[in-house]
């Protein structure tokens, strides 16, 4: 019989070489669980700042750093609220510091006051493209009517508010993109992984091997 005596040391506790050894075996600690689902949450708020309800089933990503990667959306679209937030900078009530640069739509008065008075027949759609990554936006009017008869003369000024309508899609997928990529970024850090290695009580040889199995064996 032979009795072997080890010292356990405590993340904190470790030699400078030992931590990064440490940090190394514990790379993915932190995606043990759905993290991306605060930023989820973050974004479908802000985005009900300005009018742009999102549906949270849709969102999906991948990433970060391989050519393809992006993220998607989809939602619809309040066109009256979004115009006023654009003009009073309403999110900021929820993310103060937050710039997104976008501008009023360059279209028609006449055709924002259709969508006012309700005679847009349905509310805008931003849309993940079929194929990768991105947004889309339909209008979702393939007619529009006066009483009973077409208005024709409107659809120049209808693309134009597509157009625009797109710019603040893209605008609002690369927020969340980015929104994601600083939250990966964050966990895989070392500051965050030795935060949680010292919060799960984790101990280690004087070498930075995890001590686990030991500690499993001495109960």
Same mark, same amino acid.
């Given at each position: 019989?032979?009795?072997?005596?080890?010292?356990?040391?405590?993340?904190?506790?470790?030699?400078?070489?030992?931590?990064?050894?440490?940090?190394?075996?514990?790379?993915?600690?932190?995606?043990?669980?759905?993290?991306?689902?605060?930023?989820?949450?973050?974004?479908?708020?802000?985005?009900?700042?300005?009018?742009?309800?999102?549906?949270?089933?849709?969102?999906?990503?991948?990433?970060?750093?391989?050519?393809?990667?992006?993220?998607?959306?989809?939602?619809?679209?309040?066109?009256?609220?979004?115009?006023?937030?654009?003009?009073?900078?309403?999110?900021?009530?929820?993310?103060?510091?937050?710039?997104?640069?976008?501008?009023?739509?360059?279209?028609?008065?006449?055709?924002?006051?259709?969508?006012?008075?309700?005679?847009?027949?349905?509310?805008?759609?931003?849309?993940?493209?079929?194929?990768?990554?991105?947004?889309?936006?339909?209008?979702?009017?393939?007619?529009?009517?006066?009483?009973?008869?077409?208005?024709?003369?409107?659809?120049?000024?209808?693309?134009?508010?597509?157009?625009?309508?797109?710019?603040?899609?893209?605008?609002? !997928?690369? /927020? &969340?993109?980015?929104?994601?990529? @600083?939250?990966?970024? $964050? =966990? %895989?850090?070392? +500051?965050?992984?030795?935060?949680?290695?010292?919060? !799960?009580? /984790? &101990?280690?040889?004087?070498?930075? @091997?995890?001590?686990? $199995? =030991? %500690?499993?064996? +001495?109960?």
């Amino acid at each position: 019989m032979k009795n072997i005596t080890v010292t356990l040391y405590s993340f904190n506790e470790l030699e400078k070489q030992a931590k990064e050894k440490a940090l190394t075996a514990y790379c993915n600690l932190n995606f043990g669980f759905d993290w991306w689902d605060i930023e989820y949450d973050d974004f479908v708020t802000l985005c009900s700042y300005l009018g742009v309800t999102v549906d949270k089933e849709t969102i999906r990503f991948s990433g970060f750093y391989s050519q393809g990667d992006g993220s998607a959306f989809s939602a619809s679209v309040n066109i009256q609220k979004l115009v006023q937030a654009i003009q009073t900078e309403s999110w900021k009530a929820y993310a103060p510091t937050q710039e997104f640069g976008f501008t009023h739509p360059v279209v028609d008065r006449r055709v924002l006051a259709l969508a006012a008075s309700g005679i847009l027949p349905q509310e805008p759609q931003i849309t993940s493209r079929t194929r990768g990554y991105g947004v889309n936006v339909d209008l979702g009017i393939s007619v529009i009517l006066e009483g009973s008869r077409p208005k024709e003369n409107v659809f120049d000024e209808l693309e134009k508010l597509q157009d625009w309508l797109n710019l603040i899609a893209v605008k609002l !997928n690369f /927020y &969340l993109y980015s929104l994601l990529e @600083r939250q990966y970024e $964050y =966990l %895989t850090g070392e +500051t965050a992984i030795g935060e949680s290695i010292a919060a !799960n009580d /984790y &101990l280690f040889t004087a070498d930075g @091997r995890s001590a686990d $199995y =030991l %500690t499993e064996l +001495t109960q």
